[in-house]
């Protein structure tokens, strides 16, 4: 009877590991989409409704907010310039991390470590402690209140991390693949795009979801950079929607939900991926 009871007590303990993950996760996906359905919800609302019934369920069918945001203010510009923003500088970011990790992590030499080692100390140090020298050096190359200003910052800022996951991922790889494209006469940039890249997809949807968020939320950046309002971004833009006395509540919440829409879809597509790239290696 003893064994039995402890047998039993034993299978029913998992269950409740099991039952109290599946809660927590549950609350946490509730707290984490509760602000996006509010913000979405009075995209839909006038400032007086929001404030007297905010948790209505408003009129879908009017869209006036969204009207006079893409109508009536420089919400497309702003749009557009975050796309260019974020667009280059994740392509930058894949592009010379990549090559970079590939050289790390699959070519033997002294120097690798302390190559890794030299990336590895740019996400120790937050570029945001050398505002002012930066500043000084984009106002000396002539690249303030450009895109090109915000491009290169951000590039510097994502570099060691994309460096990091793709060598990290790079090493995992057989040498055996280098070796029947080598027999089969392939030269080393053949090997590492037809052999290579097509393999580490789920690191570099790592490294351009993980780069791409922060740089199309970011707002330190080009408010230090960019003075001119037709080169803003979304986040410095939205600034405009807030008056100095009055706040058209109605139209933010409406560019807000206009300002997150393409990350969260950049994130749907590559949801797969990106799981790839988080269990890669957990299974031999």
């Known amino acids: 009877m003893t064994a039995l009871a402890s047998d039993t007590r034993a299978s029913r303990q998992p269950i409740s590991f099991a039952l109290l993950a599946q809660v927590i996760l549950i609350a946490n996906s509730f707290i984490m989409l509760y602000p996006v359905v509010v ?10 409704e929001i404030f007297d019934h905010p948790f209505a369920l408003p009129d879908f069918t009017q869209v006036g907010n969204f009207t006079k945001v893409l109508g ?6 702003y749009f557009m310039n975050s796309i260019l923003v974020t667009g280059t500088s994740v392509i930058l970011i894949l592009v010379l991390g990549t090559m970079a990790g590939y050289a790390v992590a699959r070519y033997e030499s002294r120097t690798n470590t302390f190559i890794l080692l030299f990336f590895l100390a740019g996400l120790m140090l937050p570029l945001k402690l050398a505002v002012i020298p930066l500043f000084i050096l984009l106002r000396d190359l002539g690249l303030l209140d450009s895109r090109w200003s ?41 090997i590492m795009w037809s052999v290579m890249l097509p393999l580490a997809r789920p690191p570099m949807a790592i490294a351009a979801i993980q780069n791409a968020v922060p740089i199309w939320n970011d ?36 560019g807000l939900t206009i300002a997150a829409a393409p990350i969260t879809l950049l994130y749907i597509v590559l949801s797969r991926q990106f799981i790839q790239g988080m269990t890669a290696g957990a299974v031999k």
């Open 39 to 48: 913000m979405v919800l009075s995209a839909f609302k006038t400032t007086g």
């Open 72 to 77: 009536e203010t420089e919400m497309p510009t």
């Open 150 to 190: 915000l491009i290169v910052t951000y590039t510097a800022i994502g570099l060691p991390s994309a460096v990091f996951i793709m060598a990290g991922f790079l090493r995992t790889l057989p040498l055996e693949l280098e070796d029947a494209a080598r027999i089969d006469g392939a030269s080393e940039p053949r």
């Open 219 to 254: 707002f330190f950046f080009p408010l230090v950079f960019i003075q001119t309002d037709e080169r803003k971004t979304l986040p410095q833009g939205l600034t405009t929607f807030m008056g100095e006395y009055t706040t058209d509540w109605g139209m933010l919440f409406a």
